[in-house]
């Protein structure tokens, strides 16, 4: 059975109680338990993990080597300037799924750049709590199947 | 039953044929074929469009109105130069989802800006046809549920 | 009899319903008719045109060469990117009149800028459906005299 | 009976000797007679004022305050830099137009951008003597009415 | 015999007529004679198209997969900005030769950069018509040999 | 006869060893005498000169001075940043196709911009070894004949 | 007993009329009074001063040489572009506070850079009338000790 | 009584040390020593921490919640880059006044811009360990009253 | 007998109390005496003029006309912003000797850019009071001589 | 004996196994050991330390103070954003030297920058693991000498 | 007596000659005539050189060292990239007053700039022949005397 | 035995001379005697080089195909604007290793950036003349191992 790492960045342990008009009412901890019951019904095992510490999230992403097929990542204000987390990705050559609640694009100029997309697979922005689970979705299909449409 | 309008901007209709190390060996036609079957898993009307017009997509987006409760288009090219379109959307006010084939962020600068995205509900950006088929189980949670989590 | 053509660019057709809140509740065909009565009442002919499709402006601003002697356009978002519509404008050596219904100066910055405006005679900007009226009279001012105050 | 003040900045004294060939032959004198003799046609009173201070033409903005409904104003060179200005025109809360005798953005860079367009009601550019009239006719429909088109 | 597709973008249907002190007084007719001509001598077949629509153009290099070995193209004010035709070019992987009258870099800022150009093989700029006869001649040096000096 | 002198800028000494895959592997020697070649056919004198030093190649273009009617030069790495040379042909008052062996626009960031093109007559790049012929042509197009198309 | 001069840039006469959602209701009378209060708590003498005239601040930072010890400065628009005031500043070299009552950095761009912040002594920005207070709090300890923390 | 946490940011814990004559020679623990005796003459609770990690300042503004009604921060070299520490300010809706020791704008150009600024109530620049102490009555005022001047 | 006016900006009244390092020890009045000296020897009359004030400037260049046949400016700080002085410039048409004390290019960035030197004659900047008097010769040929070597 | 301390930054524990066409297959428990070694050649004490985390090496850079005399600092990723880090270095006051394993300056545009270089003695680039060797020869010469050739 | 050397550079050799709209009808020979003229009525002895050899010209520079006190240069085109010219005039340390012809600040964009000036005494720009005239005055001051006003 | 050739670019020459607090006492003769000494320390044959024109510097890195094995240059101040030179190095295809004395990155903003970098092996900053030694050890690595750790 393929694993998927599902890594949350810095204040997304907020999440429901942080900006609601951004973020929506969900809890991290709700999102959660929902990855890993959509993942039982993808066919893919499901962990999860969230830190405030850009180097705590690089030392995640290294132990996902030969653990992990996949990585999906939210990595909040870190996708803006945190070059370590991308090099992180690259060194581990594990494929990424880069994931955002609400649609940066919307927002402050400095958040319509991301230094994780370049190196990630694809990125899915602006769905609230949808954006994880249909980052799952691409994950698993990821983990299972080369073969792309 | 809500109705999803899908539309592919200039030169898709030649998927499958242009560059398939960048956009696979998928043509469009079965990319249409499998989004109406996936429509009809997920209990939502699909219809399809593509045009290399400018002009023509803004006219199928005009069209939408009262027909379709969301919009999913890929604009290609058009997403990063084509303010028109990205009016017509704001114009008819219909939650749309931009979708791409391939991770615009691995390639050229110039494709690195969308003028849509600022305007569309999300974004879904690098998974190959997977990009049409996440994209419309994101536009079917938007036409049957305005809950965002 | 002086002729003037006021062309109207893309989601022009949808004004009165599009955004109301920027662009008022009058509708095309109502600002069509009061130029036509407001023609006649400073002694010029007055045609109108509306389309979405960049080629089609070009061609109907070619189509004014030793028909129309003065041309009103409110260029939409093609005003921001369309150097082929600029082109048209210089091709023919018609005065032209460059209008805005809102105060582009007071949205996103990409609207500050128009490529039009260094090649019509003059602009006018950020009155609503008064734009085209004030801009009918500084056309018909230009149609019948050359001597500039 | 509504007030209307026409201000008009830098080197606009000098209107009819300066630079003829880009801001024509007409005196400010002669401006200023023909405005006051429009607004008694359109049934509004007007004033104006020149200086070349931009501490005279704040004090100016400031002593409008109950006393006009509608400024139409020509800042000349200070359009580019006097955010001072700017503030003056949203301290008071007067609806403003800006009006320009050149084409300016057929000229220098720098006179492309106006710090004052976006707190202005709208801008009339590149029409002589005639700038000021429309914008008086302009400043007339706001002082009258608040229906906008 | 080599078939050679010789497209030509917005306005320059009026060629000859257009700013002649920019662009000559040739029309784009007696040019698409010359071609005809030169290509005989060149032993290449030689066909022709004008359109200002970008969709048309679109489509044209769209249809000349398996028809013609090369394209030459004067892409007009789209040059500056069509990343669609650009797209295009790319998708039906046609070696192209971009062709300009003028000397762009004598003239706007904007005109000094060119989309086309990178995906281009070649580029001939500033010869007025000559450039259109310099093109083909490279262009037939492309169809009938791969030897590059 | 008109005579036409060719200029080799810094390290084109070395074509057909240097970087074959950019710039192909005819040596300059036999560009030189293929274009004396051609010059014959077209009727005009050939003279080449190449040198590594932008000095020297200043002094080369006044030298030219009565003696050559049009200079066809290629000036290598210079083009992005010898304001010298540029001044050294507007000095001159000869007329000058400036050639590239590569397409620049397909390189370097820094190699799309030529300091030379906006002083040229017309520009030739990427059709290696035929750039220096189709810049002869052009050459002598403009040697033997004032009318352009 | 050492003296501090206080001094207002343009539109400060407005305080408490002028946008009171951004400067409050505060009358610059009323603060100018606090300001005479403080000081003689602090054992400072306070002078204040308002113009909209950038000269005229210039001739009051030079008729402040021999007679105050610290500038409070709150140069309202000038901020962002007098350099004759922040020139004043440094010719008669007396240690200024800069103080702005909203927070600058949460408006539009161009309020984010100060040319006088540089030659100031330091910076209080958004704490309403508590700016000018606040200022004159470290105004006191600068006219009073040179000790630093 | 209201509680106020006061944080500093990294190398902060080697003031007196570093660079004395930008920091000067008081040490971290004499200013928060200062601020707690200050604060009970204010008549709030003063607690402070430091961190030269990013992740446990974003930790401690998180953990502030329900336990302080106004933070003071000197987030130190993070002003400039930490959008994490941006965010955690936002996410826990408590206001935030920013002090810098030093006159930023005096040093290297990085240093002139904060991303924090835009999310704090206000910023205090340049006065030393004074910064610390203004920076205290600021949020004293704001921590016991919402009346703003 | 000709006549030139000498026109001295903001600050400059302090000359030789201010920044002495930068701009020396001589007053202003020892430079006027010194102008008056120079102008009789070079057989012109010479005016002199000091303001702080960017109106109290524009009316004294717009005073000159026909009273003065060259102008010598030391725009100050006014250099860097005063469009409203340089359209006074060119508004009355006497040629103007642009100079500065101390060599504006070794200093702030901001300080190396003139918006009065392209309407300048010509600049003389860095020769301390020596500027003025070279810019006095330079205005005396003007004056004297249209000759230019 | 004088003590170096080598500190190596974000995702160098994976050398040898990260990215080997860009970084070499050598571990950096290799380059530690060969370190020591070279130390003891060289006669300085060699420690070596390496963190993912920012916060911890900056607080190893503070901890470096009275116990080494220079460092080497690999700072990876976060060269090119830690100002924390930089002001670490300048705070502490011990002379060190960047090294760079691949050469930065072909990678991405990114990597051209070190907010680092500025505050080192000086940068070695490129050349592998024998970047770090030429490192530490750089380092025990300024350890052992302050003689500079 | 003191001894000022006067270098010229790329194509000033071409003076009178080249462009005399822009430089005038005077010959370099002329002009080197004229400064030793000047030169002995000023107690100077004066040298002249020319090269279109940037490495002369820093050969040039070398020489100069204990032979001349003052350097007068035209470095023309070499003016705006030269950083080798620029070194040269710091390397050896002689005062050096750099002049052009025509106003530089009224052509190019890319002539307004000039990496020289800040490494030059002062700069005379734009009175034609007599701006090397001035800048033998200027010299001359500098090689007597050290007072400056 | 392997053979290094060691180039120094325009005013090395004058090494110890030329403001030494920035370049240190030591000749470029004395580095030149110690690259020959430690290179036979080293096992490698050490030419030297030096001029200060940008062709000769071209030159003499085409001289070295064949007879050197490795290149070290000090390019100076062409190392920000000789793309001539960058040329020449890939066109010989010799490792090459780039030295700078002085840390480039703390002076001016202009010496950040190296076009000789991209294309060097790497890159050794700051040393001084031990920049040179470093550089030869370097170079001596690269000469007689192709193993890089």
């Not at 890993?36 to 830190?51: A, D, I, P």
């Not at 370049?118 to 990821?142: C, E, H, K, N, Q």
Request: charge should be negative; proline fraction near 3%.
């Amino acid at each position: 059975m393929k694993s998927i790492l599902v890594i949350s960045g810095p204040n997304l342990n907020l999440l429901g109680l942080r900006e609601p008009e951004i973020y929506g009412h969900t809890t991290l901890q709700t999102i959660h338990d929902e990855l890993v019951r959509l993942g039982s019904e993808l066919g893919v095992h499901v962990e999860t993990f969230q830190s405030n510490h850009e180097g705590a999230i690089i030392d995640a992403i290294h132990a996902a080597r030969g653990r992990h097929q996949v990585i999906v990542i939210n990595p909040g204000a870190y996708s803006h300037y945190s070059i370590a987390i991308r090099d992180a990705i690259t060194s581990v050559d594990i494929p990424t799924v880069e994931v955002h609640l609400s649609n940066v694009h919307k927002r402050e100029e400095f958040r319509h750049h991301s230094v994780i997309a370049p190196v990630a697979a694809g990125t899915i922005v602006g769905f609230g709590a949808d954006s994880f689970y249909l980052g799952l979705r691409a994950a698993a299909r990821l983990a299972t199947s080369q073969d792309k449409g």
